[in-house]
């Protein structure tokens, strides 16, 4: 069968056009569901009769989700550290050992995780995806995942692979090739003939090292000729600021968004976060402008919500009942997101500031029904937990509504990798 940006490489197992493995359970289902207080757990959990703790110490509790008497259910218990799911398995006794709990023994519901991993490794050494659990509740909605596993489209394997590439040799204290030139910048101008925009994957048997000369557009362009031999130049779409249809083989930030929401060269714009799964296109544009960014999907890590703190002074009070959550993306920048491989740490643990390609984390904050209602492009440093009001100011000094600068996200369709 003919390969697919969801096709995984690692010869494991079979996947369809959306990286699902045939072998497991299925695709993941999400189910947004709406608060119901209830005053105990008696009636969610299925083979449990003893009450878990009261509503007064929990707060709001989730409905669980139609799945029937052997179903999954999930319950979310305030500022504690564990997600639960059960599918009518025995209850298990976790002891206290400190935090906000229910009693001295809390009843939790038995972890079970997915299989749902991808199978980058940070350059820095950190695992960049955690195992998340069968369900997860984050704020105002239920996020029900199977036991499936998702693999990386082609495209951000081989961008992950050059981002690795280029740290690994920064780390070593390898910077330029042997012509002098920064293995990683961020420049370069498409088929210009003094500064071409470029990616060079690094082949160490003959001598090739990696490279990147790339602004954020042209570098997720340059990963989908090297990848698909696509062109864009073949695409027409209507471009809002020209006023007129166009085509282009290196389309901006501002087209790119165009094109996702005219459904042109992408087979469909992913209208809410929880659609979105690890090689969509996040494009940005300031309204109006023909500026912006574009970035391809690592990876939504759906555990670290955090609820948007409306109650809080300099909060704004339109935002409450939103979620905030951690986005990882890869792109080509001039500067720094969070957790990003752009800042290289050397064996005597000194820090260098570099920039062009790389993988770093933004955030992302939507609705209950997970519609975006903007971004930051860093996340803020304090702590939202014991520092929730400088948290507050950090998020605020860097949040992007949608109506100042709009994010969206569209997939591609399936493409044949080029051997």
Not at 50 to 57: G, I, N
Request: glycine residues 8%; aromatic residues 10%.
């Amino acid at each position: 069968m003919p390969s697919s940006p969801w096709t995984s490489r690692s010869g494991t197992s079979e996947t369809d056009s959306r990286g699902t493995s045939k072998s497991l359970a299925g695709p993941i289902l999400f189910l947004p569901v709406p608060y119901r207080p209830i005053a105990s757990f008696e009636e969610q959990i299925p083979g449990c009769s003893r009450r878990l703790c009261d509503q007064s110490r929990i707060g709001a509790a989730i409905a669980a989700p139609p799945f029937g008497a052997r179903g999954p259910i999930a319950l979310f218990l305030n500022r504690c550290k564990y997600f639960t799911s059960s599918r009518a398995t025995p209850v298990q006794e976790w002891k206290k050992s400190s935090g906000p709990w229910c009693g001295k023994t809390t009843k939790l519901i038995n972890l079970k995780l997915t299989a749902m991993k991808t199978n980058f490794t940070h350059p820095t050494g950190r695992r960049h995806s955690t195992p998340l659990q069968n369900l997860l509740l984050m704020g105002t909605a239920l996020i029900a995942v199977t036991q499936t596993s998702v693999a990386q489209p082609a495209h951000l394997q081989n961008g992950l692979t050059l981002v690795t590439q280029i740290y690994s040799q920064q780390s070593q204290g390898t910077f330029t090739d042997s012509q002098g030139v920064p293995l990683n910048r961020y420049g370069g101008s498409w088929e210009d003939e003094v500064d071409p925009s470029f990616i060079r994957f690094g082949n160490p048997n003959q001598g090739v090292m990696p490279g990147n000369n790339t602004t954020c557009a042209p570098f997720v362009t340059h990963l989908l000729l090297a990848t698909y031999n696509w062109n864009w130049g073949n695409v027409v779409f209507f471009d809002p600021i020209l006023n007129q249809n166009h085509s282009c083989e290196s389309p901006s930030s501002y087209r790119y968004v165009a094109m996702i929401k005219q459904n042109v060269g992408f087979e469909v714009q992913l209208p809410t976060l929880n659609l979105v799964q690890p090689g969509d296109i996040m494009a940005l544009q300031d309204v109006g402008a023909n500026t912006g960014h574009t970035t391809i999907v690592v990876e939504v890590d759906w555990l670290s919500a955090k609820a948007y703190p409306s109650q809080l002074v300099g909060a704004d009070v339109n935002l409450a009942g939103s979620t905030y959550y951690e986005v990882e993306v890869l792109d080509s920048s001039s500067g720094q997101h969070s957790s990003d491989t752009r800042t290289v740490t050397l064996a005597n643990n000194t820090k260098v500031i570099t920039n062009g390609a790389g993988v770093g984390r933004m955030g992302v904050l939507v609705d209950g029904n997970f519609q975006v209602l903007g971004h930051t492009w860093s996340l803020p440093t304090s702590n939202y937990y014991t520092k929730p009001n400088t948290w507050l100011s950090g998020f605020n000094s860097r949040f992007r509504p949608q109506s100042n600068r709009e994010m969206v996200f569209g997939r591609l369709p399936a493409l044949n990798v080029v051997p």
